[in-house]
């Protein structure tokens, strides 16, 4: 909108400048988008997450911000004190071991109905994404970005698997855990092959129906890492 001012007979023409509108966002997708900044390491465990901060981030209103907050909270992810506001969750070393242990359980179930429910294109996507992490098992490569492709297989198994519900449950149980031994599970390329080998195992698992060797391989994934990591920082 223009609007004219004189000063001192002279007419100014100047441009109201308006604040952009507040978005209509659901809380649902604000805690998406906050669950993805964490991933991303845009936040880490232990930090303070406040309501108006985080709505000038994301240009809504503060109520689906605190509605957001309150699903977190429901999946663990931050702890809301009473006038201290949301944490996003720092694990001890204990709740750690707990929760790779849980989560490796979750995937062997995980894995278990990707052979059940899998499709051609499944089993296409899956291959796909563990020749991506072939390319990258050699001593040169980061293992950081190792890990991240590891992550992404699991996901084309969990499509596999037709179960979001189940594989949130997976990425919420181990929530904070990869900020302690996720690559440090990856150091090496002996301990990337190793993983590689583990990962085309599943693939072959699923692709034949093997519900068993399945389970059992999405459990020992997770073992693995854990075992590896904590032996490098031993």
């Not at 855990?177 to 996720?182: E, H, N, T």
């Not at 699923?206 to 904590?230: F, N, P, Q, S």
């Amino acid at each position: 909108m223009l609007h004219v001012e004189p000063i001192e007979g002279i007419a100014i023409i100047t441009r109201e400048v308006q604040a952009a509108p507040r978005r209509r966002v659901s809380a649902e997708q604000i805690a998406l988008d906050v669950v993805t900044l964490i991933g991303s390491r845009g936040f880490q465990p232990g930090d303070r997450l406040r309501e108006q901060e985080l709505a000038d981030r994301f240009n809504v209103s503060r109520g689906p911000v605190r509605e957001a907050l309150r699903i977190l909270e429901a999946r663990s992810i931050v702890h809301i004190e009473p006038m201290r506001g949301a944490t996003i969750t720092r694990l001890k070393d204990d709740e750690v071991l707990d929760a790779v242990a849980a989560a490796g359980a979750l995937f062997g179930l995980v894995c278990r109905l990707a052979c059940e429910r899998r499709t051609n294109i499944d089993i296409a996507k899956i291959a796909e994404k563990i020749s991506q992490l072939e390319t990258i098992c050699d001593e040169y490569s980061s293992p950081r970005q190792f890990f991240t492709q590891t992550l992404r297989v699991g996901r084309a198994i969990g499509q596999a698997a037709c179960s979001p519900r189940l594989m949130r449950m997976v990425e919420d149980t181990r929530f904070g855990a990869p900020d302690y031994f996720g690559p440090l599970g990856f150091t090496s390329e002996k301990l990337r092959q190793g993983a590689l080998r583990n990962w085309k195992a599943i693939q072959t698992a699923i692709t034949e129906r093997d519900a068993t060797v399945a389970d059992d391989l999405g459990r020992k994934i997770h073992h693995d890492a854990l075992a590896a990591a904590l032996l490098a920082v031993a």
